[in-house]
């Protein structure tokens, strides 16, 4: 593993989140339209591994910070970390690195299963933790009535984790060498 | 790529963008701390006021921004309706929106590049500590160049999928999708480390 290809790969998975938030949302199963966008922070995690997911994803809110329209619906620039959804915006780095860590931890378990969990732990447990932590300094609540707020959006995003979970195995068979949290 | 700088050329451009965001950030602690209305819509009123400075269309533009921010306030104002304390709702509404576009105006009114020199002065004293400088200025780049070039590539795969089946495109296109990703990373890693890699600085 070279210097070289490490930085690339980061490089080009932060532009992978950018890039799944910008084109048209894809039809889930049952015809909602998703934004792929927190899709792309697992997908981070359980294809290139802890380290390199994180780094991913903080590049990936680092230059949102820096002013360009990256986010989904071309949002960006530095009213979203003022924003009551800040608490998601600064758990991207975290949620993919923790899912990128139980990826290698489960590195006995099947692709499709270990990518499941560390998905659900990573890009939901984790995210929404620091989600509505952000929420409840924002809007002034309490925890409880934050966590009230997001409940909504949870079903969303176990779907999304279970998706992770297909691609990451499918992009596995397809890549055996390329997927650096089993590599 | 279109960064979110105005092109309404204002005096603030000129400001030197350090101290832009140092303000930025003592405004935002002092408007968190200071939970009272009447300070709040007095902040609210400044703002305004420096949107509405530089002219009619950076005002509109500016104020485009703080759509996203409506369901919040409608959320807060029905919270606190409910609960019996509308003024305290009214000003944590009022305290959101200020805050965002304080934070949004330093975005309109500094270049990528100047944003960009001022992280690299903060990043300068790691530089000692063996971060390789050079390494996260080249991803920054890659950043930029490819986030259009992989839109590209995901529009296509989505068309191509259109082409054959009468459905909207689903999840399984982030497949190819992905390991088109996987595959340009070590294309670009040997093209990288054929050019010299991320030590040409160390070289010179």
Redesign the interface.
């Known amino acids: 593993m ?4 490490s ?10 989140i ?3 938030g ?3 949302p ?4 049952f015809g909602v ?1 998703i934004t ?1 966008q927190s ?1 792309g922070i697992m ?1 981070c995690g359980t ?1 290139l591994g802890a380290r390199r997911g994180g780094l991913a994803a903080l ?2 809110i ?2 949102v910070a ?5 986010l989904s ?1 071309g ?10 959804t800040v608490g998601f915006l600064i758990g991207f780095p975290v949620a993919a690195f923790v899912t990128g860590y139980v990826m290698e931890r489960l590195a006995n378990l099947q692709a499709v299963l270990a990518a499941g969990v560390a998905a659900v732990v990573g890009g939901v447990f984790v995210l929404y933790a620091f989600g509505i932590v952000g929420m409840s ?4 609540k309490t925890l409880v009535e934050a966590a009230l ?1 997001v409940t909504a959006f949870i079903p969303g995003d176990l779907v999304k984790a279970a ?1 992770a979970a ?2 990451t195995a ?2 596995y068979r ?2 055996p060498d ?1 997927v650096l949290s089993r590599a | ?5 105005s092109p309404v050329k204002t005096r603030a451009h000129d400001w030197p963008a350090g101290a832009k965001l140092g303000a ?1 950030c003592v405004a ?1 602690v002092v408007l ?1 701390m200071t ?1 009272y209305l009447g300070f709040q819509l007095a902040a609210a009123a400044c703002v305004l006021t420096l949107y509405a400075l530089p002219g009619q269309i950076f005002f509109r533009h500016g104020l485009q ?2 759509r ?2 409506w369901f ?1 306030v409608l ?2 104002f029905t919270w606190h309706l409910v609960t019996g304390a509308a003024l ?1 709702g009214a000003m ?1 509404a009022c305290r ?1 929106l200020t ?6 105006l ?3 009114t ?1 270049t ?1 590049a100047a ?2 020199a001022v ?1 690299r002065a903060l990043l300068r004293p790691l530089a000692r500590f063996g971060v390789n400088l050079r ?1 996260i200025e ?3 780049a ?3 160049r ?2 259009p ?3 590209e ?3 296509a795969l ?1 068309m191509a999928w259109r082409a054959r089946a009468r ?5 399984r ?3 190819p ?3 088109l ?6 294309n ?3 093209a ?2 054929a050019r010299g ?2 030590e040409m600085e160390r070289k010179q």
């Open positions: 070279t210097q070289e290809r930085l690339v790969q980061i490089a080009l998975f932060a532009a992978l950018a890039a799944l910008l084109i048209p894809l039809a889930l199963g339209p792929a899709l997908l294809v590049l990936f680092a230059l820096l002013g360009l329209p990256l619906g949002r960006g620039g530095l009213g979203l970390f003022v924003s009551p300094v924002a809007l002034d707020l998706l297909l691609i499918a992009v397809a890549r390329s | 790529m279109i960064s979110l700088t930025l935002s968190f939970p921004r703080l996203p921010l919040f959320v807060i305290q944590i959101m805050a965002v576009a304080l934070a949004n330093v975005t309109m500094t990528l944003m960009m992280v390494a080249l991803a920054t890659m950043v930029i490819f986030t070039v992989l839109t590539k995901g529009a989505s459905r909207r495109p689903g999840w296109v982030i497949v999708f992905m390991v990703a996987l595959d340009d990373a070590d670009v890693a040997q990288l480390r890699g991320t």
